[in-house]
């Protein structure tokens, strides 16, 4: 099955910008609907966002909604979280993750994960 492997953490002030990355290996991306998820200290692990097979249709969380966008490139195998105006509540680990069902606006039925990748936002 599918590995993956989060990129591009780090430490940000408030307002500030990162952008994340996935990469897909052992198969391929296009056959899995894609999201992210974020755990913040102290908190149950939350959806963010998903991505259809295709890339063409895309889903929020509320808390996301207008300020990060997700993206994929198929042929590089990879997904990509653009966050942009980040809050101090955006602090988490930031986890990759991918199913089989088509589902992309439903955050059950993920089994496969990445490490996640650490994003501190300072006020």
């Known amino acids: 099955q599918v590995q993956l492997a989060e990129s591009g953490g780090g430490l940000v002030q408030a307002g500030g910008s990162l952008r994340l990355s996935c990469a897909a290996s052992?198969?391929?991306?296009?056959?899995?609907?894609m999201a992210w998820f974020r755990r913040g200290p102290g908190k149950e692990r939350e959806f963010v966002t998903g991505?259809?097979?295709?890339?063409?249709?895309?889903y929020y969380a509320d808390s996301v909604k207008g300020r990060f966008t997700i993206s994929r490139d198929n042929d590089k195998n990879t997904v990509y979280l653009q966050m942009n105006s980040l809050k101090p509540e955006d602090t988490a680990v930031y986890l990759c993750?991918?199913?089989?069902?088509?589902?992309?606006?439903?955050?059950?039925?993920?089994?496969?994960w990445g490490q996640g990748t650490q994003v501190t936002v300072s006020s």
């Open positions: 991505i259809s097979r295709s890339g063409g249709s895309t």
């Open positions: 052992g198969r391929t991306a296009s056959m899995y609907t």
């Open positions: 993750a991918a199913k089989w069902d088509y589902d992309y606006t439903s955050q059950t039925g993920y089994g496969v």
